[in-house]
């Protein structure tokens, strides 16, 4: 009896289960991840060439902050705080992801359906590249060349998966021919999945070295080296010193000074400009009798002022934290106007930071309000980067979106009715935008658990910038309103701490209100608003309870 030679052992005849095959969609999600990380890596690095703005996750969430309705602005300063853009930042990357996942989920049963996605994704960042303001030509590199990197990661990944994860049919190949074939069979299974490993490590090795090296050469134009080697002069008026009795040891209570690790920081760019300090000039020109351009060196050569003074954002809430006190040093403004030579109907000073933002200022508030400046440090150092290095502007009493332009570069003289529209005011935020009187309550902190018949300290801040404080008082529920101790201060341009002393009658929960009085007499008024279009209003309040 003869023995066939081409029939597989027993325990070969049945095919095999390929393991690959069941992480067939996972693999495939993660190829679209690998794909979105090569593309990002490389427009990374040729952003390095066009500017960090350019490159698209920026691109994208700086053209998101462009486009939103107010109201959610708001809502985004609300909850995030200082905070919201590293959101958006993180959000828009988040989304990202479950795009490119989606994508290579596609790629298994459409290739070129999946490739198109990430051309379109690549067109959007041009897109939002090329209508930000200032935006140049060559600014939607990054997001077009990250793109064809992406779509070629993709038709390489894609093939070699669907390759590896084919199960292998034993039944099949020796229905074809022989064992030769199978054995053949076997190694082209274990060449793709050399390939594939291969290809997805050479992508992800792309989207390390292009977003590493971005990362590293866009050091080049960090100006951290630039902030710490600048040597700022003495002002030619020092700030007053301060009074003694400031910064009671109160635990809690918000310092006199904001330290600039601390100070609050709004603005709309997502990347914090780099200027260079040796290139910086400012452009003062529009209605005026003669345009003046000033360099950084010059602009120190002047005299300076040194001043404590308070700054507050619009959009903070009754009781928020988005305000902060800093000593400023910087050439008066107004004295610039005088040089240039301010024509008649000249009611707005229009300037533009180096990112594009726009902000509209009453000339009359900059001429007739001690201490607008040009300010170049603060707190006794150079400016740092997110708060406008090398030049920012500061107008005290008005809030920053009509007065504290960062990174400014050019000042225009126009008029209100005809000139162009600042930022904030064409999305309908009021104008001029004084500062309102208002008043924090610090401590104790809302819910804190008191001792009844101890004697515990009820303290805050208080600000209305140019007009002073001349009274706070704190009301417990229902209670009259009693008068607190107001701290010295150096001027009327700074808030005001003050402290009330309080001794809880009895057990209970009770809340607590303040109001503040400016100097003028005008106490802060009780009636509620939200911070659009012209800055919150109404008594901060907090509840303890007493045991």
């Known amino acids: 009896m003869s023995t066939r030679t081409d029939q597989p052992p027993a325990d070969t005849a049945a095919a095999p289960h390929n393991p690959w095959t069941d992480w067939r969609r996972p693999l495939a999600a993660g190829a679209g991840l690998l794909t979105a990380a090569a593309a990002l890596g490389v427009a990374q690095l040729v952003a390095v060439l066009t500017g960090p703005e350019t490159a698209p996750v920026t691109a994208v969430g700086q053209g998101v902050v462009r486009i939103v309705p107010e109201w959610l602005k ?9 905070y919201d853009k590293v959101a958006l930042i993180a959000g828009t990357t988040i989304l990202l992801g479950l795009f490119a996942g989606l994508l290579g989920l596609l790629a298994i049963r459409w290739l070129t359906a999946a490739c198109a996605g990430v051309g379109l994704f690549g067109v959007v960042g041009a897109l939002a590249a090329m209508t930000a303001p200032n935006a140049a ?20 990944l894609v093939p070699r998966l669907l390759a590896v994860t084919e199960t292998f049919d034993v039944e099949r190949a020796r ?12 190694e082209r299974f274990r060449e793709d999945r050399r390939r594939f490993i291969i290809a997805a490590c050479a992508t992800l090795g792309v989207a390390a070295v292009g977003g590493g090296a971005g990362q590293l050469l866009g050091t080049r134009t960090n100006v951290t ?9 003495k002002p030619a008026s020092a700030a007053p010193p301060l009074p003694a009795g400031i910064d009671p040891d109160i635990y ?28 910086w000039q400012l452009r003062i020109h529009g209605m005026v009798d003669r345009e003046l351009t000033i360099s950084f060196p010059q602009l120190l050569a002047r005299p300076l002022i040194e001043r404590d003074i308070t700054l507050a954002c619009v959009s903070n809430e009754v009781g928020g934290g988005l305000v902060g006190n800093a000593r400023w040093l910087g050439a008066p403004l107004a004295d610039l106007l005088r040089e240039a030579g301010v024509r008649p109907g000249a009611d707005q000073v229009f300037t533009r930071s180096v990112d594009g933002w726009t902000c509209g200022t009453p000339t009359e508030a900059i001429m007739n309000t001690p201490n ?8 006794g150092v150079p400016l740092p980067a997110a708060h406008g290095f090398p030049v920012r502007m500061i107008v005290p009493g008005l809030y920053g979106y009509v007065s504290g332009t960062k990174w400014i570069v050019d000042l225009e003289l126009t008029t209100v ?61 229902k209670d009259d309103w009693q008068p607190a101790r107001l701290v010295p201060v150096p001027g009327n341009q700074t808030w005001r701490q003050w ?4 001794t809880p009658p009895a057990r209970g929960r009770f809340t607590l209100f303040a109001r503040a009085t400016d100097g003028t007499g005008e106490p802060q008024t009780s009636q509620f608003a939200d911070p659009f279009p012209s800055g919150a209003t109404g008594w901060p309040s907090m509840t303890v309870d007493v045991s």
Do not use: H
């Open 74 to 82: 708001e809502w985004a300063i609300r909850t995030f705080y200082i």
């Open 137 to 156: 030509q060559l600014d939607m590199l990054p997001s077009l060349l990250g793109a064809v990197v992406g779509v070629v990661a993709l038709r390489l």
């Open 175 to 186: 229905e074809k021919v022989s064992q030769v074939l199978r054995m053949r069979e076997q």
């Open 225 to 233: 080296q630039a902030i710490a080697t600048t040597r700022l002069p």
């Open 252 to 279: 809690g209570l918000t310092r006199f000074t904001t330290p600039n690790v601390n100070f609050y920081k709004i603005d709309t760019t997502l990347v914090t400009p780099q200027v260079n300090p040796a290139t």
């Open 372 to 379: 607008a400046m040009l300010a170049v440090g603060m707190n």
């Open 417 to 477: 009715n005809a000139g162009p529209q600042p930022y904030w005011i064409q999305r309908e935020w009021a104008a001029p935008a004084p500062i309102k009187t208002m008043c924090r309550i610090d401590v104790p902190g809302d819910g804190a658990a008191l001792d009844a018949g101890k004697p515990v300290k009820v303290a805050g801040v208080a600000w209305a910038q140019n007009r002073g404080i001349s009274a706070v008082e704190v009301r417990v529920g």
């Open 499 to 502: 402290v009330f002393d309080w």
